[in-house]
């Protein structure tokens, strides 16, 4: 037993196998402190930093209960609301450079998907300062009505999707700055014109998610239509975590706000997000130490499409351990993987959700094992004999020189009569993902202009 103190709420064990599973977005607020060469000590949240540089130009200082949004609507009420566009974007021009450790120790955990509430690039610049280059950048513009044309691909732990809910301040236009504002986000939002991208909002939407918050400030009625909107609240969610400081449990209608959001599955406690976030750290890096090489390299193709080839696996629920593995070894290796629920939502039509995967994915793995020929022999039902047979139907409208299924094993298998006609690859050992990401990753930049698509992993 670890005797160390631990930050990790005990109602929480979950919390670091769900971070390493990929099943935890991370939510940064406005309540994370500033980078310490901005503001001296390092203990200045944003909010606050943004609040009193604008009360500083109305002439006024910042009292304790002023809230950013206060100020805002202050400044738009002033003479000098043509410029809070503007002023704000300067502000936050400053942080371009910049992180801190907060950022940093979030940035070494194997987070997919960060939403941040902050129109700032600190947590996008701490992934690249840890070594993840390849991390995604995008934002929410209420002012578009259609989709953004830079499409987002399936994020990994090697090129996780940062994705600002309120706009970002080098696209001034999409700030959400004054009520005026707020209004149009959220009927834009909640209408889905523009929609979230596909890759934010599958993730979102997998009951298995986890939701981090660090300094969010649940304080704001709206709030609560927003994250219903984002598919954050609602029946069959694994519970989630939110770490507030004291201004949140400072204003009157703390604890309702305390209860409406537990009961949407949202714990809210007070603690110490930079605490937690470095012991995280720490056991992530005792747990997984980092590789002086890798056991077999990505292989290196002329000309390669930018885009990770997406991939279904299909699998029986008994071998849900193996299957994981065995998406950690893909992603590893340069192949996006969908982890997708290990349990559909109640209510929700999986059939048409399965049917609609593997009608957007670029391969289809078929994941056999001893496990899954005991089912069959003793005629259970398995769900992965309907995804064989959709995965079987598209195939049937492909040239016959188009690799999209591909059969892997596990153990000693049985011949299946639906795939006598393909090779199979044994993935019990490292060499065997090896292979068969080699075989995803060469026969995918043989595809000229492979295009975005959506993919799914389920088990069944």
């Avoid at 236009?173 to 909002?201: C, F, H, Q």
């Avoid at 939110?242 to 959001?261: C, I, K, M, P, Y």
């Avoid at 005991?374 to 049937?396: F, I, M, P, T």
Wanted: aromatic content about 8%; glycine content about 6%; some cysteine.
């Amino acid at each position: 037993m670890d005797p160390r103190p631990s930050a990790v709420p005990p109602e929480f064990a979950d919390l670091m196998p769900s971070i390493c599973a990929g099943n935890c977005v991370l939510v940064l607020g406005p309540r994370i402190a500033m980078p310490a060469a901005i503001c001296e000590g390092g203990d200045t949240p944003i909010a606050d930093y943004l609040g009193r540089n604008l009360l500083g130009d109305l002439g006024e200082e910042k009292a304790e209960s002023t809230t950013l949004r206060d100020v805002l609507i202050r400044y738009d009420q002033s003479e000098k609301s043509p410029f809070l566009r503007g002023r704000y974007r300067q502000l936050l021009s400053t942080l371009d450079r910049h992180t801190t450790d907060l950022h940093r120790d979030l940035a070494s955990l194997p987070f997919r998907l960060v939403l941040v509430a902050t129109p700032d690039k600190m947590m996008a610049n701490a992934f690249r300062a840890v070594g993840k280059p390849d991390v995604q950048e995008a934002d929410y513009n209420y002012r578009q009505r259609l989709a953004p044309d830079v499409a987002l691909s399936l994020p990994t732990s090697r090129n996780p999707i940062v994705y600002s809910l309120f706009g970002r301040h080098d696209h001034p236009e999409s700030m959400v700055l004054t009520d005026k504002n707020l209004i149009d986000y959220l009927v834009t939002i909640t209408k889905g014109s523009p929609p979230l991208p596909d890759a934010v909002r599958f993730m979102l939407a997998a009951p298995s998610t986890l939701f981090l918050f660090f300094g969010f400030g649940f304080t704001s009625w709206w709030l609560r239509l927003l994250l219903r909107v984002l598919d954050v609240t609602g029946i069959d969610r694994q519970p989630s975590l939110a770490l507030e400081d004291v201004s949140t449990f400072g204003v009157t209608d703390t604890r309702e706000n305390q209860a409406f959001f537990k009961s949407a599955g949202i714990y809210i406690q007070p603690g110490d997000w930079s605490a937690l976030a470095r012991e995280l750290a720490t056991r992530y890096r005792e747990d997984f130490p980092p590789q002086t090489a890798p056991t077999q390299p990505m292989p290196k193709i002329a000309g390669a499409n930018p885009r990770r080839p997406l991939v279904f696996l299909s699998y029986a629920s008994d071998d849900a351990e193996t299957v994981n593995r065995l998406r950690r070894g893909l992603e590893d290796r340069g192949v996006a993987v969908w982890q997708d629920s290990t349990n559909l939502r109640a209510g929700q039509n999986w059939k048409n959700t399965i049917d609609d995967y593997i009608s957007r994915v670029d391969y289809f793995v078929f994941v056999q094992t001893e496990n899954m020929d005991r089912r069959d022999s003793s005629r259970d039902d398995g769900v992965y004999n309907h995804e064989l047979k959709r995965a079987l139907d598209r195939a049937e409208y492909k040239r016959d020189d188009v690799v999209f299924i591909l059969h892997v094993t596990v153990g000693h298998c049985e011949p299946r009569t639906e795939l006598a006609r393909l090779h199979h690859i044994a993935i019990d050992t490292d060499e065997g993902v090896a292979t068969l990401a080699s075989h995803i990753l060469e026969s995918f930049q043989s595809v000229p202009g492979a295009t975005t698509a959506g993919a799914g992993q389920h088990a069944t």
